[in-house]
């Protein structure tokens, strides 16, 4: 079965998501990556734990790629 919308999620990506951090910043790092990826925040260093499913739809746009 094939996947249309892959996408690879490695550790130092920086990611725009859609909605944005009660600090004001839309900008996230990959600090971890698994079945659950852990984000932190570009403006306030405060870091989240999302599932990789719930992330792909979160995001708006690719920042930095590594």
């Known amino acids: ?19 944005t951090h009660p600090c ?7 600090i971890r990556s698994g ?8 403006g306030c260093g ?4 999302v599932d990789r499913v719930q992330l792909r739809k979160m995001i708006k746009s690719v920042i930095k790629k590594v």
């Open 1 to 19: 079965m094939e996947e249309k919308n892959l996408l690879v999620i490695n550790i130092g990506d920086v990611y725009e998501l859609k909605k």
């Open 35 to 42: 079945a659950d990826c852990k984000l932190k925040c570009m």
């Open 24 to 30: 004001g910043s839309s900008q996230f790092e990959v």
């Open 46 to 49: 405060h870091i989240i734990m």
